[in-house]
């Protein structure tokens, strides 16, 4: 079962709020990702946690702050977002953070800023 | 740094018609490689990878793709296409001393029935 479950999967915001994504498995996997897609286009890596530590940054804005509760859990906080911050994000996992290691993706959540 | 190249951005082909979408690498050793499917409004699906062995690897969905050294290539193929396969495909490339693959950029396929 290779199931990484997202929520919300649809979520409207305004500039001046503050949101939440979540991302939640079950498979004991120990890295956890946060992409971020615009359509038509590859996923772009946002953040990398590996068991429960922030590993990787891609120079990812302050407005977005990813958090780690548990090795099952992950969040993207959303404060003051832009409207070209609108996209889908993609929440994954993989198994540990080894070279080769197949990451698995949740369905995503829609983001539309207003 | 690895990096991928999938030439086409659109492919359109008949629904029963065999299917074949490119991805080229640029890597200098063998990379980890990984061909994912993405349907409207949906995550990505990992369709088949390669690490080591067998060239030729069978995927879920009656895919397989075929990893050639020589052209560093890793082409996808599907004997026959159903209209539930058009979608966006991503090859991705992997080093061996990274885990963070790197995407290329998509082949849309659209079916005609």
């Known amino acids: 079962d290779t199931e990484v479950t997202q929520t919300p999967k649809h979520l409207v915001m305004g500039m001046t709020n503050k949101k939440s994504l979540k991302c939640e498995q079950h498979m004991g996997h120990r890295a956890m990702y946060w992409y971020k897609q615009k359509a038509k286009k590859p996923p772009e890596l946002m953040f990398v946690?590996?068991?429960?530590?922030?590993?990787i940054n891609e120079s990812v804005p302050s407005r977005f702050s990813p958090e780690c509760p548990n090795s099952s859990l992950l969040n993207l906080h959303l404060h003051a977002l832009q409207p070209e911050d609108s996209a889908l994000y993609l929440c994954a996992s993989s198994q540990d953070p080894g070279a080769g290691n197949t990451i698995y993706f949740g369905e995503g959540s829609w983001l539309t800023v207003v | 740094a690895q990096s991928v190249t999938q030439p086409d951005i659109h492919i359109t082909v008949s629904e029963g018609a065999s299917l074949e979408l490119r991805c080229n690498y640029s890597?200098?050793?063998?990379?980890?490689l990984f061909w994912y499917v993405q349907s409207p409004g949906q995550g990505l699906q990992l369709l088949l990878k390669y690490f080591s062995g067998d060239t030729l690897v069978q995927g879920i969905k009656g895919f397989e793709a075929e990893f050639k050294r020589s052209q560093s290539s890793f082409n996808l193929r599907k004997p026959s296409v159903h209209w539930s396969d058009a979608a966006e495909y991503f090859c991705a490339v992997g080093a061996r001393g990274s885990y963070i693959p790197t995407f290329g950029r998509g082949t849309s396929l659209i079916v005609h029935p």
């Open positions: 946690y590996s068991y429960e530590k922030l590993s």
């Open positions: 890597y200098g050793a063998t990379p980890y």
